[in-house]
């Protein structure tokens, strides 16, 4: 069986509520995963949008969402979650609006995709501190033993 990630709130390719985006609560939408690779000792979660500022000409990818060292006995992430309700030993990255935590989904004009990246990795990560995605990514090199995309979309209504 292969890691798969879904979420109650949206289908994969499917529109993101506005309750997980700045028009709304501005909230982390439910996740789930199964299929946990054997030999996982931690899993990581980026979530980013590469369309920035528009789909047609994307220049930029945004990093709404960056946690690390998920335990790989955790299967889910609840809706809304914060800091105080990370599993033991999870920590959380930078995202693009250079502070920890879920920013969601607030494009500027056009729709956009949002990937959800669930990496399952062969190992717990030191303690890196608050890592941008970059950081992230040049220290799970190497220890990426699968991946699991769930993509949403949201487009602004105005």
């Known amino acids: 069986m292969s890691l798969t990630l879904i979420s109650p709130a ?19 939408p439910p996740l789930q995963w199964s299929g946990i690779p054997q030999g996982t000792r931690s899993l990581a979660l980026v979530v980013y949008d590469p369309d920035v500022p528009d789909p047609l000409f994307p220049i930029m990818t945004w990093v709404h969402w960056v946690l690390y060292n998920i335990p790989p006995t955790i299967t889910e992430l609840p809706e809304g979650l914060r800091f105080s309700d990370l599993p033991s030993g999870a920590m959380e990255g930078l995202n693009d609006w250079k502070r920890t935590g879920y920013g969601g989904p607030c494009p500027p004009r056009g729709c956009h995709r949002y990937f959800f990246k669930l990496y399952a990795l062969n190992t717990v990560l030191p303690d890196l ?30």
Do not use: N, Q, W
């Not at 994969?12 to 609560?25: A, F, L, M, R, S």
């Not at 990514?137 to 991946?147: N, Q, T």
């Open 10 to 28: 949206f289908s994969h390719h499917g529109g993101i509520p506005v309750k997980y985006t700045c028009d709304g609560e501005d909230i982390s």
């Open 129 to 158: 501190g608050t890592p941008t995605r970059k950081r992230l990514e040049k220290a799970m090199k190497g220890h990426i033993l699968e991946v699991a995309t769930l993509i949403g979309t949201y487009r602004r209504k105005r």
